[in-house]
């Protein structure tokens, strides 16, 4: 059971835009920044968001990320074949003094 | 650019204690925080703990009877022990560099190793 709440899969079309939801509590993403990651199939992840909304040099402006209370999205635009991976969020939690990761949205494009 | 590097036994008895290093090249290990990060078999990330190259440390709660982590900057690696381990510490373990005000943001990672227990 992971601290953080993300929806197990989600799927899109090529081209149309998809959003995943990433759900905490006060302890942890209301009161942190929340970072995103990618995990295509077979490999480590790779950090796709971190601070919320700052996306390191080399991840395309398709992704975006954001943050309202105690949740936290990530939007991909104009979703492409090299899209399908799994995300997770992750923040710090000030209770449990760690880092806390959600349990992963596996994106399929159909 | 930074690269980082696990190695360390693939297999692990239960009951006994799971060693693995990791090892920087591309940049200096100083004046960063470096991170353990495990993944079971088909399952989500786990974050096991973090170390300053000055050797201070933080461990996840429900990990932290069991793990140290430490460090040698001579040798540009750092290290996890988990002692005591089950067949629920099989993983995928990756090391990383963390960042960020309260080092929570990972970036780059190590490639993984598979860490199995065996009965």
């Known amino acids: 059971q992971s601290v953080l709440t993300q929806p197990p899969s989600a799927s899109g079309t090529p081209g149309q835009r998809v959003t995943i939801s990433c759900s905490g509590s006060r302890s942890n993403i209301r009161s942190n920044t929340v970072n995103w990651y990618q995990q295509l199939p077979g490999t480590a992840p790779k950090l796709l968001f971190y601070?919320?909304?700052q996306r390191p040099s080399g991840v395309p402006d398709r992704f975006s990320g954001s943050k309202s209370g105690t949740s936290a999205s990530l939007a991909i635009s104009g979703l492409q074949s090299e899209d399908e991976a799994d995300y997770f969020c992750a923040t710090w939690d000030d209770s449990l003094n760690g880092v806390v990761f959600g349990g992963g949205t596996k994106l399929t494009v159909l | 650019q930074v690269q980082l590097q696990e190695s360390g036994p693939g297999l692990v008895k239960a009951s006994e204690t799971l060693s693995l290093t990791c090892t920087v090249s591309g940049g200096s290990i100083s004046s960063y925080y470096w991170s353990w990060i495990r993944q079971p078999p088909g399952k989500g990330l786990e974050w096991i703990g973090y170390i300053y190259y000055t050797g201070s440390t933080n461990y996840n709660p429900s990990l932290k009877s069991r793990v140290t982590i430490s460090v040698d900057t001579s040798k540009k690696q750092f290290s996890l022990k988990l002692n005591s381990v089950t067949a629920a510490d099989t993983a995928v373990y990756y090391c990383?560099?963390?960042?960020?005000?309260?080092?929570?943001?990972?970036?780059?990672w190590g490639q993984g190793t598979l860490v199995t227990v065996s009965s």
């Open positions: 990383a560099r963390a960042l960020g005000r309260v080092q929570d943001w990972f970036d780059p």
């Open positions: 601070s919320t909304d």
